[in-house]
């Protein structure tokens, strides 16, 4: 057991900028990583009432026949224009923001984690940085984070467009930081700077209660 609570930590940046490699370095290192998407996806899953209040407001579609979210066709009705957007945040996130308090919670009680870690894109557009002891940002090159989605999402230049312009510049979020890690290089330079970045954050202390 660790005597002291582990801070906790958010990751953010925007589409593209490589903030999930991050995680997933910090998670090698020894961190509690959870993801926001992953998260929202599974409250959907699990909750007929959330479920009911996307059906009605994007359509059934946006569901398998099994029951399974499809979140590329959900992403593409959201993302259209900003009231829809605004729909879905509104849906989604109260329900999202509360399972990942309990987790954090859960995490830094068990006493396993020497950090605590949440990959989430919207931290500053949902005014939710002071759930966190920290806020890192992760930077990269425009046409750096295009060729990334597009590669992984198979996006094109519009849609990748659309979503972007729903963020809040990158350069802004940068003067908000607490931490930069900048991802325009090799993944072994990302690597490194992610353990560099570990040992400075497995330092801090944390003031959440």
Known sequence: MHNRKPAVIAITGGMGTGQSTVCQFLQKLGAKTINA????????????????ELKKTFGAKIFYRNGKLNRKLLAKIAFSDEAKTARLNKIVHPQMVSRIIDIIEESRESGK???IVVDAALIYELSLEHMFDAVVVVTSKMKNRHERIKKRDQLNEKEINDRMSK?????EKIQWADFVIENNESL???EKRTVK???DLKKLPSKIS
Request: aromatic share 6%; charged share 30%.
């Open 37 to 52: 998407d992953t998260v929202a996806k599974r409250e959907i899953e699990g909750n007929p009432q959330l479920q009911k």
């Open 188 to 190: 072994d330079l990302l």
């Open 113 to 115: 984690y020497k950090l």
């Open 167 to 171: 963020q809040i510049p990158i350069e």
């Open 197 to 199: 970045l570990f040992h």
